[in-house]
């Protein structure tokens, strides 16, 4: 799988990746790079550790994709922005709490995408290894802990 991106150069003027970049109506090349998403999964596949690789950003979020192992994430959330979660390998459980403390489990399967809203704690649960692309805001507005955020 390739990545392939769009931006909007010049204003409203969208162009397509190319091997020679973006040019925008001015002719000045604008900073545009390809990712082999299927080339990060590959070398993902031989780790049995918890591993990371930036895929830039995107506006205010850092992109990536993450290979997550058998377990539980820490419990996270993200206070200035929603958290975009793509499965390309595998599945994986996220529990969402609501700030009366209930919570909801999701099952997310490969090519699922789903979608985390700002400011609720979430957490993964992987029963086999799993990549994720995401799109996370930016890292001052996130908290993590091991414990359960309400001491449940």
């Given at each position: ?52 690789e930036s895929l830039g ?16 994430s820490p419990w996270e ?76």
């Amino acid at each position: 799988m390739h990545v392939h991106i769009e931006a909007h150069v010049a204003g409203s003027f969208k162009r397509r990746c190319r091997a020679s970049g973006y040019r925008s109506v001015e002719g000045e090349k604008a900073a545009v790079r390809t990712y082999d998403v299927k080339a990060i999964r590959t070398r993902f596949d031989g780790l049995s550790t918890r591993a990371n690789e930036s895929l830039g950003s995107f506006n205010k979020s850092s992109l990536g994709i993450g290979r997550y192992v058998v377990g539980k994430s820490p419990w996270e959330r993200h206070n200035n922005g929603d958290e975009l979660l793509i499965v390309t390998d595998g599945h994986v459980s996220i529990e969402v709490l609501e700030g009366d403390g209930s919570s909801n489990q999701f099952m997310i399967d490969e090519g699922s995408l789903f979608v985390v809203p700002q400011g609720r704690w979430h957490q993964l649960t992987a029963t086999a290894n799993v990549n994720i692309m995401y799109a996370s805001p930016s890292e001052d507005g996130v908290e993590r802990t091991r414990e359960h955020p309400f001491g449940n």
